[in-house]
């Protein structure tokens, strides 16, 4: 079993930066594809960034390609996810997840998720 918590969100205005943390327990993440989605109210959860096991390898959605980096320390057990000239269209609850079986560019079934951490842009 891995556990996953997430940190660092809160409050921002436009064109302002968050940096997400997601904590691993339980087991290490080396063996896992990591990646963060987000979910805003009424919409479907997006998948934002990937990044590889060993961490060589990042994919972004393009609504946040160019502003948001993603990157990974197996040796603490921790992903982050940088986010610069934030949008009051990236408000959403970010979730990081752990997958096993899938690319770090598609992760379609995570095996592991976190509980969320909202993000608030004001325009």
């Given at each position: 079993?891995?556990?996953?918590?997430?940190?660092?969100?809160?409050?921002?205005?436009?064109?302002?930066?968050?940096?997400?943390?997601?904590?691993?327990?339980?087991?290490?993440?080396?063996?896992?594809?990591?990646?963060?989605?987000?979910?805003?109210?009424?919409?479907?959860?997006?998948?934002?960034?990937?990044?590889?096991?060993?961490?060589?390898?990042?994919?972004?959605?393009?609504?946040?390609?160019?502003?948001?980096?993603?990157s990974?320390?197996?040796?603490?057990?921790?992903?982050?996810?940088?986010?610069?000239?934030?949008?009051?269209?990236?408000?959403?609850?970010?979730?990081?997840?752990?997958?096993?079986?899938?690319?770090?560019?598609?992760l379609?079934?995570?095996?592991?998720?976190?509980?969320?951490?909202?993000?608030?842009?004001?325009?």
């Amino acid at each position: 079993q891995v556990q996953l918590v997430e940190s660092g969100g809160g409050l921002v205005q436009a064109g302002g930066s968050l940096r997400l943390s997601c904590a691993a327990s339980g087991r290490t993440l080396s063996s896992y594809a990591m990646g963060w989605f987000r979910q805003a109210p009424g919409k479907e959860r997006e998948f934002v960034a990937g990044i590889s096991r060993g961490g060589s390898n990042t994919y972004y959605a393009d609504s946040v390609k160019g502003r948001f980096t993603i990157s990974r320390s197996n040796a603490k057990n921790t992903v982050y996810l940088q986010m610069n000239n934030l949008k009051p269209e990236d408000t959403a609850v970010y979730y990081c997840a752990a997958d096993f079986n899938d690319p770090y560019y598609k992760l379609g079934s995570p095996d592991y998720w976190g509980q969320g951490t909202q993000v608030t842009v004001s325009s």
